[in-house]
């Protein structure tokens, strides 16, 4: 993983005046006990009308975020939907290797990723959370059929974010990867992307210290769980220093998220 890489994310907590974020699974999970159908409009079918109904309730969440949803998202938000009520999103496996305590408190854990390949786009918008945002749009139309199999790929979490600092290590850069774990299933022949910007890569086994925190991931936020991480560990100069991921497991716009920040041990 020490190349370029918490979504599903990765955006402003609900509440937060003029904060940009990404649109959530949860939300849509939610959608259908929040709103009432519509009754399909005439000469259209009802597939046509929940379709317009889902983009128009995403549509209403991305202007509360800053974030433009366009209208070729409706089929792959309808699809992402429909799968996700039915099946269970798959965790990246991993090895526990280690875990720091101190008065019974998690202060960190050491996992082994094994090999695998990921699906990943690099994205470079003025604020991370739009980013990360419309780096997740692109991915989802890959994992709803969008892709040579044309079969709906399934969702994996986290969603991992790779984010560099930049020279003083005082914040991070613009530049950012957005990636998605392809399931196991898909690990020896995953399916190509249409879109030219994704890119599958295979990253080699890593070895990680991560700490999970809480609330909003923004560019303080990581700076800050950044510093708190690297003050816990007894040898961080065993890790990149210019390298983080942000791992994300819940809905971005809840106020008590839970995120990871990952630190990557040096080959």
């Known amino acids: 993983m020490q190349q370029e890489a918490v979504s599903c994310r990765m ?7 003029g904060a940009p974020g990404a649109i959530t699974l949860e939300e849509l999970d939610s959608m259908a006990e929040e709103q009432s159908p519509d ?16 983009l128009s309730y995403w549509q209403s969440v991305g202007r ?11 089929e792959p938000i309808q699809q992402l939907t429909r799968n996700n009520q039915h099946q269970e999103m798959e965790s990246i496996p991993f090895t526990l290797i280690h875990r720091k305590e101190k008065f019974g408190e998690l ?6 990723y094994g090999k695998a390949k990921w699906a ?4 470079q918008e003025e604020q991370y959370e ?4 419309l780096g997740f749009m692109k991915l989802m139309k890959y994992i709803c059929e969008q892709n040579s199999s044309g079969l709906y790929l399934g969702m994996t979490i986290p969603i991992v974010t790779l984010v560099h600092t930049n020279e003083s290590h005082s914040e991070i850069t613009r530049s950012v990867t957005v990636a998605y774990y392809l399931p196991e299933l898909l690990q020896e022949q995953p399916p190509q992307p249409y879109d030219s910007d994704i890119i599958i890569e295979e990253w080699p086994p890593t070895v990680v210290y991560t700490r ?5 991931t923004n560019e303080d936020s990581i700076m800050r769980e950044i510093n708190f991480l690297a003050e816990l560990l007894e040898s961080p100069e065993l890790c990149l220093q210019n390298i983080f991921i942000v791992a994300g497991y819940t809905n971005p716009a809840a106020a008590n998220r839970h995120n ?7 080959p």
């Open 11 to 17: 955006g402003g907590a609900a509440g937060e005046p």
């Open 260 to 266: 990871e920040i990952w630190f990557l041990q040096r």
């Open 120 to 123: 990943c786009i690099k994205m």
């Open 212 to 216: 999970s925190f809480r609330g909003v």
């Open 130 to 133: 739009q980013s990360i945002c």
């Open 39 to 54: 009754p399909a409009r005439p000469g259209r079918s009802q597939e046509d009308a929940e379709q317009e109904r889902l």
């Open 107 to 112: 202060l960190y854990e050491k996992r082994l």
């Open 64 to 74: 509360g975020h800053q974030v433009d949803v366009p209208r070729d998202m409706a």
